[in-house]
């Protein structure tokens, strides 16, 4: 079904933008304003002694001219070897592995509740749409939308952490960890919060695709026809619209999967949740390249992945796009 | 978008795979990722007691580096070095019980303490001290910079350390205890690791009155030391809780979670004066700020335009808008700290007088136009663009700097600001302007050796000021040939001298650290001036539990 | 009918929200930098939500944090739409040879995820929100080319377009006449949803301090606020009126944005993320 020549032409762009990416990140990289030595030495005392400083350099081979670095860099990753945080001095993707884990403890429910919510309710909705209760459901949506997650996340611990003290302050255990282990229990509890926001959150884009989709579906000739054959509405429901109207959220769900890396900066911040969001952060203000180049690559190669796999999702389900929208 | 049941089919069971392929990889990860948190040590006291104080980090990797011996990020009261820096220009012992100098400054003999142990039970020798420099300098880690005058370490006997220099250099004992310092690294664990870049240490095996416990999921924990040869603990162990952002540290210094936050501003410590079991001290001129000039730079190269403007600053309004410190009344030292080395006659030099600034200005050739400009001796008006860095405590920057406004603008400068976020970029910025407001930490005013801030050495090819003057350069290093303390206080005062004759910088004020704590759980937190960190092995062992 | 009210209601907000920017040195008392007395002083006494840590006004910061605000959200989201929407239209009216190169280097660029490389894009301009707007902007456009190219091809080809071109209309004319005005509807909506996209990503990175930190608007205000003092004191004067403001000018462009979407083409959704 799947054309041969159009997966391998979508599959060469995906390599093609892979290496811009990598190209790009690396030179805007290091490019960029500062660098760690100095930032690192003037934490220390207030001076700056030149054979600390060319020392490094010499080191990390940042005394190199730039294309030779760029040569050796690209190297290293078609290896698979990622280079060592500055930082930290260990290995970066396993590093990135670890963050990226905790990352995903609030992120895995909170997508996959936020999806189901947000669709069950923006199928119910749009069935129901032009009645009262929809327009009350998507106008509550609307504004639930709106408002920064940040906002939301502030006002949370202000109320529920602070003032109600239903929850812990931020963190992701409590000091028990370091009597008793780990608990998965008090990693729940002290994720409850950013998980209910963040699912929250992304079930209102959802809600509101799947509305969106379900209005559509629901003005589709077969709709009509299989009402006007006089079918029983729950019927029509379940057989022809609700199946419809699921396919772009298909799309929305790879991009979403993409957008993990970054998507709960926000949230990471004010929780203190050390995930990967935090890592980047902080990253970026030591000036730590290894470990930055390592995230926005994988970064990159998610978002290059999600692409390509909704691209070949969409063109198996609708073959009008194979072509690429191109005539 | 109708398409063929069987399509609809094969597409549920692609989307069930691909979140099924998903949820693996997460719980893989997951999995990997909290053995690796996980670090524990299994020597580790089991009990969570109620006598551990729990201190507040603000970034997970302040305490979370395990790899590149020599770079902090470790855990506070592991390491240690020969000796701990004190006030006024005096050392307290530490790893070394007692220490002599050669009348040159050049050999340098420490006498180490006899009944120190490594963690793992390994006696703790000379060979230890000897490993230390030889290995920073042989794997070139960074931090071998600090010692870089020492010529070699001999070991006559297991408890006699003989650092012998290249230079006389009679502040040897601050550069090695001064931050960044130099902490004993043990050689047992360190001789067989060829990379200490990329070396993953788990262990932290060091001789101090803390031992490692773990670290763990945003927690560090050290335990107290009870085969230390010092002053013991008397709380059983340290927590460190990475809470990142400061307003959230008090609100869990109020629930409790926690039992002491440093460095909260002042209009926070008032509202917290009234709350039960929290009590309040504040650290003494921990920060101390100035006013420094570029002597590279137009109009700072002008004598005279410094001299007028060290009588420009208004250091009482700046100091009350601090609301901590003190205005700073001498030429760089600051009293509190250095003591007896704070020379008496350069005391109150630069008292707050415009009109007498506005006179010198014209005695030097500076005139006003008509809308009271000031132009310099060339005619041009005096415009100066001031150079800001985010990340050097901004709020007091910016309150000098809104006092100066108003009273420079009164003289008829305009100035304007431009902040940097980078501090390599505001290094340069500084380089190509006349005037820039500098924070030192107050380990940079406190003796003799402080002075060569403003000096020209072969290790310091240039300062910030681009001061150089022969004189000074040649007073500081006859301070550095000698040992004797009467002559080193003799040419710290000339210098002193020198400094408020040719004005490269104009001290604004101090400010303090305010550290509030939970009273209900430990006392012994305030040690008085000098001791600018709770973390401290000092404070730490000075803790007493309440009960 | 709703519908209208509310966006006319959105609109209302808007124009306030410019009006209280454009209007900034005459309604607020204090600079945004300038230190006016005391820090966190309560409301009153000339300071109508008090002084922040600094003891800089909070109303005065309020107001002229709009301006940064909206240069940002609106100038980067104009800057998009006008590339997108130019680029697109003649992409899709001509096509060709042109067309497909562009196509192919739009396919290469699109995976490059934009959120971290503008945060690293920021170091580079510090200050600079109108840098840091255009090259967002820029950034942004590659994105909308796709969503303009599409319906302008399609334009292109239906029977009116045809004919025009027949009867020797010029290509400008064409353009200008018949395919613009039909692509209207769908480059406003975009216009007024990547506005608010922009607006509340400002926001926050600069809440995260990851966006300019020199410049005084609602995400550093807040940033203040929250790591200096105002939740553990409970100094809610402080923290709510960045924070309400956000609120606002975001719902008011929700509003406005879905308003437009169902008045334009009530069936079909706009996929924004």
């Given at each position: 079904m799947i054309d041969g020549q159009y997966l391998l032409r979508r599959i060469g762009y995906s390599g093609a933008a892979f290496f811009v990416c990598v190209t790009i990140t690396f030179f805007i990289l290091h490019l960029m304003p500062g660098d760690y030595i100095t930032n690192y030495l003037l934490s220390l005392s207030n001076t700056l002694p030149k054979e600390a400083v060319e020392q490094f350099y010499q080191q990390y081979g940042l005394d190199r001219p730039l294309p030779e670095q760029y040569m050796i860099y690209i190297l290293n990753i078609l290896q698979g070897n990622w280079g060592y945080s500055y930082q930290y001095g260990l290995p970066v993707f396993p590093m990135i592995m670890e963050k990226l884990s905790w990352s995903l403890v609030i992120l895995l429910p909170a997508t996959v509740t936020g999806i189901l919510i947000g669709t069950v309710l923006g199928a119910w909705s749009g069935w129901k749409s032009g009645g009262k209760k929809d327009l009350a459901l998507f106008n509550i949506m609307i504004v639930f939308r709106a408002i920064p997650e940040f906002w939301w996340a502030i006002m949370a611990v202000w109320i529920?952490?602070?003032?109600?003290?239903?929850?812990?302050?931020?963190?992701?255990?409590?000091?028990?960890v370091l009597t008793s282990g780990m608990d998965p229990w008090d990693v729940l509890y002290h994720a409850i919060l950013p998980i209910g926001l963040m699912a929250s959150f992304i079930a209102a884009g959802n809600y509101y695709v799947m509305r969106n989709s379900m209005i559509a579906v629901i003005g589709e000739d077969y709709i009509t026809t299989a009402r006007a054959k006089g079918l029983d509405e729950r019927a029509v429901l379940w057989r022809h619209a609700l199946k419809n109207a699921l396919l772009p959220m298909a799309t929305m769900t790879t991009f979403q999967i993409a957008g993990i890396i970054m998507g709960n900066v926000f949230i990471e911040t004010v929780f203190s949740w050390p995930g990967i969001g935090l890592l980047t952060t902080e990253a970026l203000s030591i000036r730590d390249l290894p470990l930055l180049e390592g995230i926005f690559l994988l970064d990159a190669l998610m978002t290059i992945g999600a692409m390509l796999t909704a691209d070949i999702l969409a063109s198996y389900l609708d073959p009008r796009i194979r072509m690429g929208g191109h005539d | 978008m109708n398409i063929n049941p069987g399509e609809k089919k094969k597409l549920i069971i692609i989307g069930g795979f691909c979140l099924l392929a998903i949820t693996a990889l997460c719980v893989a990860a997951w999995g990997t990722g909290s053995a690796m948190t996980a670090n524990k040590n299994v020597t580790g006291n089991p009990q969570l007691s109620v006598t551990e104080v729990i201190i507040p980090v603000s970034s997970p990797s302040s305490v979370t580096y395990s790899s590149s011996m020599q770079k902090g990020g470790v855990p506070p009261g592991i390491y240690q070095g020969l000796v701990i820096k004190d006030l006024n220009g005096t050392f307290d012992p530490a790893l070394a019980e007692s220490w002599e100098v050669s009348a040159d400054a050049k050999t340098w003999t420490f006498h180490l303490a006899k009944d120190a142990f490594w963690n793992d039970g390994v006696p703790f020798t000379c060979s230890d001290v000897k490993f230390t420099n030889d290995y920073l300098k042989a794997n070139n880690v960074t931090l071998a910079y600090v010692l870089h005058d020492v010529q070699s370490v001999d070991c006559p006997d297991d408890h006699t350390a003989v650092f012998t220099l290249k230079t006389s250099y009679s502040a040897f004992l601050d550069q090695i205890s001064r931050q960044p310092g130099i902490t004993i690294s043990p050689r047992h664990i360190w001789q067989n690791i060829t990379d200490p870049q990329h070396y993953e240490d788990t262990k932290f095996i060091g001789t101090g009155p803390f031992i490692f416990d773990q670290n763990t999921a945003g927690y560090t924990r050290v335990l107290k030391n009870?085969?230390?040869?010092?002053?013991?603990?008397?709380?059983s162990g340290v927590v460190l809780k990475v809470i990142t952002n400061p307003d959230s540290q008090v609100l869990a210094l109020k629930n409790g979670e926690i039992d002491v936050v440093s460095d909260i501003s002042p209009a926070v410590a008032q509202s917290l004066k009234g709350e039960k079991n929290i009590a309040l001290y504040s650290i003494n001129d921990t920060g101390a700020y100035e006013v420094a000039f570029n002597l590279a730079q137009y109009p700072s190269n002008i004598p005279a335009f410094r001299k007028a403007m060290s009588h420009a600053v208004d250091r009482n309004t700046i100091s009350s808008l601090f609301g901590t410190g003190r205005p700073t009344e001498t030429t760089f030292l600051i009293p509190s700290l250095a003591g007896i080395y704070v020379n008496p006659a350069d005391v109150g030099m630069y008292n707050y007088d415009l009109a007498e600034a506005k006179k010198i200005l014209s005695d030097a050739g500076f005139t006003w136009d008509k809308r009271g400009n000031l132009l310099g001796p060339d005619g041009k008006a005096i415009t100066l663009t001031i150079p800001t860095n985010t990340m050097a405590q901004t709020g007091g920057t910016d309150k000098i700097l809104s006092v100066l406004k108003n009273d420079w603008g009164k003289l008829g400068i305009s100035m304007s600001t431009v902040t940097y976020d980078d501090k390599k970029q505001y290094r340069k910025a500084v380089n190509a302007n006349a005037v820039f407001i500098d924070s030192f930490p107050v380990t940079l005013h406190d003796d003799a050796d402080a002075l060569s801030n403003f000096a020209v050495t072969p290790l310091q090819e240039t300062n910030y000021y681009n001061y150089n003057n022969p004189e000074y350069n040649a007073l500081l290093d006859e301070i550095h040939d000698t040992t004797d303390q009467q002559e080193i206080l003799k040419k710290a005062y000339q210098l002193q001298d020198i400094l408020s004759r040719d004005i490269p910088t104009v001290p604004v004020c101090t400010s303090d650290t305010i550290v509030a704590y939970r009273s209900d759980r430990f006392t012994g937190w305030d040690l008085g001036p000098g001791y600018y960190s709770v973390t401290d092995p000092r404070v730490l062992t000075n803790l007493i539990p309440v009960r | 009918m709703t519908r209208n009210i509310l966006l006319l209601l959105s609109v209302a907000i808007l124009c306030m929200y410019f009006a209280i920017a454009a209007c900034a040195p005459f309604i607020a008392p204090y600079t945004a930098s300038e230190i006016t007395g005391a820090p966190l002083q309560p409301p009153g006494n000339g300071h109508l939500f008090g002084t922040n840590q600094v003891g800089q006004d909070i109303f005065s910061q309020l107001v002229y944090g709009a301006q940064i605000t909206l240069v940002f959200g609106f100038g980067s989201a104009l800057l998009s739409v006008a590339i997108s929407t130019w680029a697109g239209t003649v992409l899709g009216y001509y096509g060709g040879r042109v067309d497909e190169v562009v196509c192919r280097i739009l396919d290469v660029m699109m995976p490059i995820p934009t959120f971290p490389l503008l945060i690293v894009l920021t170091a580079f301009f510090n200050p600079g929100v109108i840098q840091v707007s255009i090259l967002m902007g820029v950034l942004g456009s590659i994105h909308g080319i796709r969503l303009i190219r599409a319906p302008a091809l399609s334009l292109s080809q239906t029977p009116f377009v045809e004919g025009a071109k027949s009867i020797g209309a010029s290509d400008f004319h064409i353009i200008s006449r018949h395919i613009l005005p039909n692509l209207m509807p769908i480059v406003t909506t975009k216009f007024v949803s990547s506005s608010q996209h922009y607006l509340v990503m400002g926001v926050g990175l600069s809440f995260i301090g990851l966006w300019d930190t020199m410049t005084v608007d609602w995400g550093s205000m807040i940033q203040n606020a929250y790591a200096y003092g105002a939740l553990s004191l409970g100094l809610w004067w402080w923290i709510l009126p960045p924070g309400i403001a956000v609120v606002g000018i975001s719902l008011a462009l929700a509003l406005a944005g879905y308003s437009l979407e169902e008045i334009f083409n009530p069936r079909v959704g706009v996929n924004r993320i």
């Amino acid at each position: 079904m799947i054309d041969g020549q159009y997966l391998l032409r979508r599959i060469g762009y995906s390599g093609a933008a892979f290496f811009v990416c990598v190209t790009i990140t690396f030179f805007i990289l290091h490019l960029m304003p500062g660098d760690y030595i100095t930032n690192y030495l003037l934490s220390l005392s207030n001076t700056l002694p030149k054979e600390a400083v060319e020392q490094f350099y010499q080191q990390y081979g940042l005394d190199r001219p730039l294309p030779e670095q760029y040569m050796i860099y690209i190297l290293n990753i078609l290896q698979g070897n990622w280079g060592y945080s500055y930082q930290y001095g260990l290995p970066v993707f396993p590093m990135i592995m670890e963050k990226l884990s905790w990352s995903l403890v609030i992120l895995l429910p909170a997508t996959v509740t936020g999806i189901l919510i947000g669709t069950v309710l923006g199928a119910w909705s749009g069935w129901k749409s032009g009645g009262k209760k929809d327009l009350a459901l998507f106008n509550i949506m609307i504004v639930f939308r709106a408002i920064p997650e940040f906002w939301w996340a502030i006002m949370a611990v202000w109320i529920f952490a602070f003032y109600l003290q239903w929850f812990p302050l931020g963190g992701f255990t409590s000091i028990s960890v370091l009597t008793s282990g780990m608990d998965p229990w008090d990693v729940l509890y002290h994720a409850i919060l950013p998980i209910g926001l963040m699912a929250s959150f992304i079930a209102a884009g959802n809600y509101y695709v799947m509305r969106n989709s379900m209005i559509a579906v629901i003005g589709e000739d077969y709709i009509t026809t299989a009402r006007a054959k006089g079918l029983d509405e729950r019927a029509v429901l379940w057989r022809h619209a609700l199946k419809n109207a699921l396919l772009p959220m298909a799309t929305m769900t790879t991009f979403q999967i993409a957008g993990i890396i970054m998507g709960n900066v926000f949230i990471e911040t004010v929780f203190s949740w050390p995930g990967i969001g935090l890592l980047t952060t902080e990253a970026l203000s030591i000036r730590d390249l290894p470990l930055l180049e390592g995230i926005f690559l994988l970064d990159a190669l998610m978002t290059i992945g999600a692409m390509l796999t909704a691209d070949i999702l969409a063109s198996y389900l609708d073959p009008r796009i194979r072509m690429g929208g191109h005539d | 978008m109708n398409i063929n049941p069987g399509e609809k089919k094969k597409l549920i069971i692609i989307g069930g795979f691909c979140l099924l392929a998903i949820t693996a990889l997460c719980v893989a990860a997951w999995g990997t990722g909290s053995a690796m948190t996980a670090n524990k040590n299994v020597t580790g006291n089991p009990q969570l007691s109620v006598t551990e104080v729990i201190i507040p980090v603000s970034s997970p990797s302040s305490v979370t580096y395990s790899s590149s011996m020599q770079k902090g990020g470790v855990p506070p009261g592991i390491y240690q070095g020969l000796v701990i820096k004190d006030l006024n220009g005096t050392f307290d012992p530490a790893l070394a019980e007692s220490w002599e100098v050669s009348a040159d400054a050049k050999t340098w003999t420490f006498h180490l303490a006899k009944d120190a142990f490594w963690n793992d039970g390994v006696p703790f020798t000379c060979s230890d001290v000897k490993f230390t420099n030889d290995y920073l300098k042989a794997n070139n880690v960074t931090l071998a910079y600090v010692l870089h005058d020492v010529q070699s370490v001999d070991c006559p006997d297991d408890h006699t350390a003989v650092f012998t220099l290249k230079t006389s250099y009679s502040a040897f004992l601050d550069q090695i205890s001064r931050q960044p310092g130099i902490t004993i690294s043990p050689r047992h664990i360190w001789q067989n690791i060829t990379d200490p870049q990329h070396y993953e240490d788990t262990k932290f095996i060091g001789t101090g009155p803390f031992i490692f416990d773990q670290n763990t999921a945003g927690y560090t924990r050290v335990l107290k030391n009870d085969a230390y040869y010092g002053k013991k603990a008397q709380v059983s162990g340290v927590v460190l809780k990475v809470i990142t952002n400061p307003d959230s540290q008090v609100l869990a210094l109020k629930n409790g979670e926690i039992d002491v936050v440093s460095d909260i501003s002042p209009a926070v410590a008032q509202s917290l004066k009234g709350e039960k079991n929290i009590a309040l001290y504040s650290i003494n001129d921990t920060g101390a700020y100035e006013v420094a000039f570029n002597l590279a730079q137009y109009p700072s190269n002008i004598p005279a335009f410094r001299k007028a403007m060290s009588h420009a600053v208004d250091r009482n309004t700046i100091s009350s808008l601090f609301g901590t410190g003190r205005p700073t009344e001498t030429t760089f030292l600051i009293p509190s700290l250095a003591g007896i080395y704070v020379n008496p006659a350069d005391v109150g030099m630069y008292n707050y007088d415009l009109a007498e600034a506005k006179k010198i200005l014209s005695d030097a050739g500076f005139t006003w136009d008509k809308r009271g400009n000031l132009l310099g001796p060339d005619g041009k008006a005096i415009t100066l663009t001031i150079p800001t860095n985010t990340m050097a405590q901004t709020g007091g920057t910016d309150k000098i700097l809104s006092v100066l406004k108003n009273d420079w603008g009164k003289l008829g400068i305009s100035m304007s600001t431009v902040t940097y976020d980078d501090k390599k970029q505001y290094r340069k910025a500084v380089n190509a302007n006349a005037v820039f407001i500098d924070s030192f930490p107050v380990t940079l005013h406190d003796d003799a050796d402080a002075l060569s801030n403003f000096a020209v050495t072969p290790l310091q090819e240039t300062n910030y000021y681009n001061y150089n003057n022969p004189e000074y350069n040649a007073l500081l290093d006859e301070i550095h040939d000698t040992t004797d303390q009467q002559e080193i206080l003799k040419k710290a005062y000339q210098l002193q001298d020198i400094l408020s004759r040719d004005i490269p910088t104009v001290p604004v004020c101090t400010s303090d650290t305010i550290v509030a704590y939970r009273s209900d759980r430990f006392t012994g937190w305030d040690l008085g001036p000098g001791y600018y960190s709770v973390t401290d092995p000092r404070v730490l062992t000075n803790l007493i539990p309440v009960r | 009918m709703t519908r209208n009210i509310l966006l006319l209601l959105s609109v209302a907000i808007l124009c306030m929200y410019f009006a209280i920017a454009a209007c900034a040195p005459f309604i607020a008392p204090y600079t945004a930098s300038e230190i006016t007395g005391a820090p966190l002083q309560p409301p009153g006494n000339g300071h109508l939500f008090g002084t922040n840590q600094v003891g800089q006004d909070i109303f005065s910061q309020l107001v002229y944090g709009a301006q940064i605000t909206l240069v940002f959200g609106f100038g980067s989201a104009l800057l998009s739409v006008a590339i997108s929407t130019w680029a697109g239209t003649v992409l899709g009216y001509y096509g060709g040879r042109v067309d497909e190169v562009v196509c192919r280097i739009l396919d290469v660029m699109m995976p490059i995820p934009t959120f971290p490389l503008l945060i690293v894009l920021t170091a580079f301009f510090n200050p600079g929100v109108i840098q840091v707007s255009i090259l967002m902007g820029v950034l942004g456009s590659i994105h909308g080319i796709r969503l303009i190219r599409a319906p302008a091809l399609s334009l292109s080809q239906t029977p009116f377009v045809e004919g025009a071109k027949s009867i020797g209309a010029s290509d400008f004319h064409i353009i200008s006449r018949h395919i613009l005005p039909n692509l209207m509807p769908i480059v406003t909506t975009k216009f007024v949803s990547s506005s608010q996209h922009y607006l509340v990503m400002g926001v926050g990175l600069s809440f995260i301090g990851l966006w300019d930190t020199m410049t005084v608007d609602w995400g550093s205000m807040i940033q203040n606020a929250y790591a200096y003092g105002a939740l553990s004191l409970g100094l809610w004067w402080w923290i709510l009126p960045p924070g309400i403001a956000v609120v606002g000018i975001s719902l008011a462009l929700a509003l406005a944005g879905y308003s437009l979407e169902e008045i334009f083409n009530p069936r079909v959704g706009v996929n924004r993320i």
